[in-house]
């Protein structure tokens, strides 16, 4: 079974808001780089990169069911790269979702432009996932996003009248809340149930004050993740955590306020009697292991790609000099995290012709027909097909590989080798299914995923759909 992919972009890297808990460093090097996206953008480069980078990885446009936007503020640039968007959507024919987080003060109409895209220019109808980062009610939101909650709900009620009012034939929206909370807000509000309660009942009557105003039968509204948040971690978030706690939201301890709510909340109930090191014990962190890299490919305007969304500049030159003489403490802890491989100079980048240089080999495999020795082709190991030529080339013009030098070993006659099955055992996290699956059934993981991630093998959960991860 092939296994589905999914594309994002880093579709901008600056913002309007300055959160008080935002990992991204938000210096002269992010405004640099999203000078550079939008230009990549208008110029037309930045697609173009992207196809070189897939075909040197041999991907299919017909891969990608989905298209994620990440960034600082993701829809910053929506109508400004209008025809990059569009393009996006040309090139790649058979998405049937977009996603991107938002925090809805860029005003209405970047929005409505990118569904007036899909609307125009989507082969297939799409699911939009529209999630909207907000933390809670004035009284919180004004520590943590600077800005009244009244007025961002009144953004969000003005939005779905016009979507009332528009027939969307080729776009399903679908809106959510996503709250994140600094660790002190988190343990302040969790430190008695009343004050949980509270916290709670806000976000359900919230959801149905809003679905009162929806009529649009394509247009769906939820404030589901804000009952389990995600954290602000007790130090600052970068790269390395990204790679690290990916399945953060995979929180265990419930509180049984399921029936209450109508849905699992996650937000285990602490005392203000314990300290961090074991509140970090409250979460478990599951066998989900993160995409990036391996199911998801994250790329950059010059066509590079990133492991992770979150602190994807961490490591450039300029924002490392900015840091150096502005916050000594995360610059020495960011030249502590993890490289993002060893092929990156130190800007980050890659030369895609080396790269492909220095991961894909192959050989000139003669493969006769029948028992004629004499009657054949020449076949490239790496992605076992006939050059058009018919001539033995330093690189396979298919996919590019280098061709190292011939051994004496030539298939005279094909075998028939006997199947042999490798079964292997897989827990589902999303619905809790354990199943097992053969090697017909499941992909093993590629180099990159398995030193990456360590991940072995991936496969579709028969119950649910997901891709389910052997780490």
């Known amino acids: 079974m092939k296994q589905k992919k999914v594309l994002g972009i880093i579709s901008a890297a600056k913002c309007n808001l300055n959160c008080s808990y935002c990992y991204l460093h938000k210096n002269q090097s992010y405004i640099e780089e999203d000078k550079k996206i939008i230009a990549a953008m208008q110029d037309g480069s930045f697609l173009t990169n992207i196809k070189r980078s897939l075909y040197a990885l041999n991907e299919s446009y017909n891969n990608f069911y989905r298209l994620e936007f990440w960034g600082a503020e993701t829809s910053l640039h929506f109508i400004d790269g209008s025809d990059f968007f569009k393009d996006l959507i040309l090139t790649f024919p058979s998405l049937e979702e977009i996603a991107y987080s938002t925090n809805f003060r860029t005003g209405n109409e970047q929005h409505l432009h990118l569904i007036d895209l899909i609307e125009q220019y989507a082969e297939h109808r799409i699911l939009l996932e529209m999630q909207i980062s907000v933390d809670g009610p004035t009284a919180i939101s004004q520590k943590t996003r600077h800005y009244n909650y009244e007025d961002l709900e009144k953004d969000v009620i003005d939005f779905i009248d016009i979507l009332n009012k528009k027939k969307l034939k080729k776009t399903k929206v679908v809106i959510s809340y996503k709250s994140t909370l600094p660790w002190s807000l988190y343990h302040e509000i969790c430190s008695s149930t009343s004050g949980l309660i509270d916290y709670l009942d806000f976000w359900s009557n919230t959801e149905s004050m809003i679905w009162d105003n929806v009529i649009n039968k394509n247009v769906a509204f939820s404030t589901g993740s804000c009952f389990g948040p995600a954290l602000e971690y007790p130090y600052n978030y970068t790269i390395q955590d990204g790679l690290d706690f990916s399945a953060f939201a995979q929180k265990i301890d419930r509180l049984k306020l399921d029936e209450r709510y109508n849905r699992p909340s996650n937000m285990p109930l602490l005392t203000s009697g314990f300290v961090k090191e074991r509140e970090l014990q409250i979460y478990e962190f599951s066998g989900f292991q993160c995409g990036q890299m391996n199911s998801n490919l994250l790329f950059r305007y010059d066509g590079t790609l990133s492991p992770c969304s979150n602190g994807f500049l961490d490591r450039s030159i300029d924002n490392l000099n900015w840091l150096k003489e502005n916050d000594p403490s995360e610059y020495t802890r960011v030249l502590n995290t993890r490289k993002l491989g060893t092929i990156t100079d130190e800007n980050n980048q890659a030369d895609l012709d080396d790269l492909i240089n220095k991961v894909r080999h192959g050989r000139w495999r003669w493969?006769?027909?029948?028992?004629?020795?004499?009657?054949?082709?020449?076949?490239?190991?790496?992605?076992?097909?006939?050059?058009?030529?018919?001539?033995?080339?330093?690189?396979?013009?298919?996919?590019?590989?280098?061709?190292?030098?011939?051994?004496?070993?030539?298939?005279?006659?094909?075998?028939?080798?006997?199947?042999?099955?490798?079964?292997?055992?897989?827990?589902?996290?999303?619905?809790?299914?354990?199943?097992?699956?053969?090697?017909?059934?499941?992909?093993?993981?590629?180099?990159?995923?398995?030193?990456?991630?360590?991940?072995?093998?991936?496969?579709?959960?028969?119950?649910?759909?997901?891709?389910?991860?052997?780490?």
Not at 390 to 406: S, V
Not at 407 to 435: D, H, V, W, Y
Not at 441 to 469: K, L, W
Request: aromatic residues 10%; charged residues 25%; proline residues 6%.
């Open 367 to 471: 493969a006769a027909y029948d028992a004629n020795p004499k009657i054949g082709n020449w076949h490239c190991t790496y992605c076992n097909r006939i050059p058009k030529s018919f001539q033995k080339e330093d690189f396979c013009p298919n996919c590019g590989a280098k061709m190292d030098k011939e051994g004496s070993m030539r298939i005279i006659k094909q075998g028939r080798p006997k199947a042999t099955k490798n079964i292997l055992r897989f827990r589902c996290c999303r619905c809790g299914c354990e199943f097992e699956a053969d090697d017909t059934e499941y992909e093993q993981a590629s180099q990159i995923a398995y030193v990456h991630d360590g991940i072995i093998a991936t496969c579709i959960c028969p119950c649910c759909g997901a891709t389910v991860y052997i780490p």
